[in-house]
């Protein structure tokens, strides 16, 4: 049981709160609190692309319609093994489409 005491205006106001609403405003805090970090720990959830050529997005430094050639080893190898190349094929270059999938493989944990 919560009793609470207070005044206005020269009147003492007392609440007396049964244990059964403590208890719900206590799950309803709760449920309130979990859904809240819920929300701020899944909006955290963005994929990160490093852009080498310093471009306020991936738009600005990526044309649709262009081919590039891969230069970072690890992507590399990525690409090789997707196409089924040689090791020892050289210079790799590929489309736009490509190069971003390989560019999300390489960054996935190997399992």
Known sequence: MLVIKFAIRKAKITWVVNDNWVMFISFLLTMITGVVFRKIKNSN???????????A???DCID???????VDPALEI?????LNLPPSA??????TPVLILAYMVSRQPVK
């Open 45 to 55: 959830k963005k994929i990160k692309m490093f852009n080498p050529k310093g471009g």
């Open 57 to 59: 997005s991936i738009d």
């Open 64 to 70: 649709p319609n262009s081919i590039y050639e891969i």
């Open 78 to 82: 990525v690409v090789k093994k997707m």
């Open 90 to 95: 050289r210079p790799v270059v590929i489309s």
